[in-house]
């Protein structure tokens, strides 16, 4: 069943918290939401490379800076959804949770209970994360101030 | 000329690496080296060898390191070979570095500009004494927080962009060029010369940039910015149809701003030199600007005389992977070769004997 377009940037937010989050984190917030549906593996989790691009100057044409390692894993599940993970590094066991709960999370009436035992709180724990770096940043912010001079007068 | 197999070396060579690992874990009574603490604890190094060895996986970083022990071009060697075992799944949008979560932000031509001087965790200002409190372990003080809002800090050089003042960005399309799929061509355009840049010895740009410091192709360098922070890596996975964000890695963008002196269709403004690299490395991406721009030389119409502006010098030469080979394969075998011009050097001796004792017989 093809996926509505409606929801992508919905879909696009879970798939970025899941990407984030590490598989520890993934099986101990499982714990407290209904067990994950049985599935079968599209393709089972594998390896591999993706280029990252920069721009010249920052915004221009691109160019490619680099490698990085990334994991990916679809499977479908016993409702029939197909759940899809491309996640940064190479742990198989978080490519295949993050599929898996990709999957569970296009059903209606599942939805709810996984975006809350463990979307929300990854969520949560990822911008606390990115908020007390900046709050570190901001520690480090220079305050400028003007001496006054002898000729100032 | 054919090659001459010799063999007798296997023990030999078993033997050392065995040797070899023994030493490389050290005194056994020292506890052994997690490549977690390599990672946590190593980061700089970790950054160094992911950028040189071109490969984002600071786990595997690590691990080349020890397995190295901390010979760092080494280390991004390993890194090298393994990506090479790897299937590629997909390139990335370009990153947006505007949109990066920055921990370090600086710029030394403009004091004041929207999103301040945040000068992060850096060695500036620090006095380089040896500090013995690390060495006994003493645990950090805790970094100070102030309030922030997580929000995006746009470029230093917008500020000059709506004055004319300083060139834009060009951003034209098309399939950059890929180094790791296509072999080096001149005249390399600026893609290929960023690549190359990106995944080059930090000591020979370092060395190189300081070369037009010092005259040899000057380009009156500021630094209109460096920044360091996490950029979140996009993709378009085919079966999707749509961008997904696959996690985020740690970047350094240096803008540096140059005089121009203009040219005929060109009126005097500032021009810029570009540096991002994996990882926190200040000094690869301020290196890396200087190098870009100097690159620039003919673009811009200026005289391209010293060895910075030279594309192909720098860009044949700034990778240490191909540089490592190249000077360290003089130390294998060479006996055939060797022998030969062994007898060349001798023929030529009893020749030159042999016209001196004729002409001192007539």
């Not at chain 2, 060109?266 to 200087?290: N, S």
Request: proline share 7%.
């Amino acid at each position: 069943m093809p996926f509505p377009d409606a929801q992508i940037p919905r879909r696009q937010s879970w798939m970025a918290v899941l990407a984030r989050a590490s598989q520890p984190e993934l099986v101990r917030l499982l714990q407290a939401a209904p067990p994950l549906p049985a599935f079968t593996r599209l393709r089972a989790p594998e390896a591999g490379l993706a280029m990252v691009r920069g721009r010249t100057g920052g915004g221009g044409a691109p160019f490619n800076l680099g490698e990085i390692t990334i994991t990916r894993c679809s499977v479908r599940d016993t409702d029939g959804h197909i759940g899809h993970a491309y996640v940064k590094g190479r742990d198989a066991a978080q490519a295949e949770l993050a599929a898996r709960l990709d999957a569970v999370l296009q059903d209606a009436s599942r939805h709810d209970d996984y975006a809350e035992a463990v979307i929300a709180p990854l969520a949560e724990l990822q911008t606390a994360r990115a908020a007390q770096s900046a709050r570190k940043a901001a520690a480090t912010r220079v305050q400028f101030f003007t001496l006054a001079t002898m000729r100032s007068t | 000329m054919a090659y001459v197999a010799v063999k007798g070396g296997e023990r030999a060579i078993d033997n050392a690496h065995a040797w070899l690992a023994e030493d490389r874990r050290g005194n056994p009574d020292v506890p052994d080296l997690g490549t977690d603490q390599i990672r946590e604890q190593l980061g700089r190094s970790v950054d160094r060898v992911m950028a040189e060895g071109s490969l984002y996986d600071p786990d595997l970083a690590a691990l080349a390191i020890k397995q190295a022990q901390g010979d760092l071009i080494e280390a991004a060697f390993l890194l090298r070979a393994y990506r090479t075992t790897l299937p590629r799944f997909a390139a990335s949008m370009p990153v947006e570095t505007d949109q990066m979560q920055v921990r370090r932000r600086i710029s030394a031509v403009f004091k004041d500009m929207p999103g301040g001087q945040l000068l992060g965790p850096t060695y500036d200002y620090t006095h380089r004494l040896l500090d013995f409190t690390i060495a006994a372990g003493t645990p950090p003080p805790k970094p100070a927080e102030m309030p922030a809002e997580p929000v995006a800090i746009p470029h230093v050089h917008g500020i000059l962009d709506h004055e004319g003042l300083i060139e834009r960005d060009t951003p034209a399309g098309g399939e950059p060029f890929d180094l790791t799929r296509e072999p080096l061509a001149f005249p390399a355009g600026r893609d290929l010369r960023l690549q190359a840049l990106a995944r080059g010895d930090e000591g020979f740009l370092l060395a190189m940039g300081y070369s037009t410091q010092r005259g040899w192709g000057g380009t009156h360098p500021f630094v209109g910015e460096i920044r360091v922070g996490e950029a979140s890596v996009f993709l378009t996975p085919p079966e999707l149809g749509f961008e997904i964000d696959i996690g985020d890695i740690t970047l350094t963008e240096c803008q540096m701003v140059n005089q121009f002196a203009g040219s005929r269709t060109v009126r005097p403004q500032f021009t810029r030199g570009y540096g991002l690299v994996f990882g926190h490395g200040e000094r690869k991406a301020m290196a890396m600007a200087l190098v870009d721009r100097a690159m620039r030389a003919q673009e811009l119409g200026e005289t391209v005389a010293a060895p910075a502006q030279n594309v192909e010098f720098v860009v044949s030469h700034c990778d240490n992977i191909e540089a490592t080979g190249f000077v360290e394969h003089l130390k294998l075998p060479h006996y055939v070769d060797f022998q030969s011009e062994l007898e060349t050097i001798r023929r030529m001796r009893a020749d030159a004997i042999g016209d001196i004792l004729q002409e001192a017989a007539q």
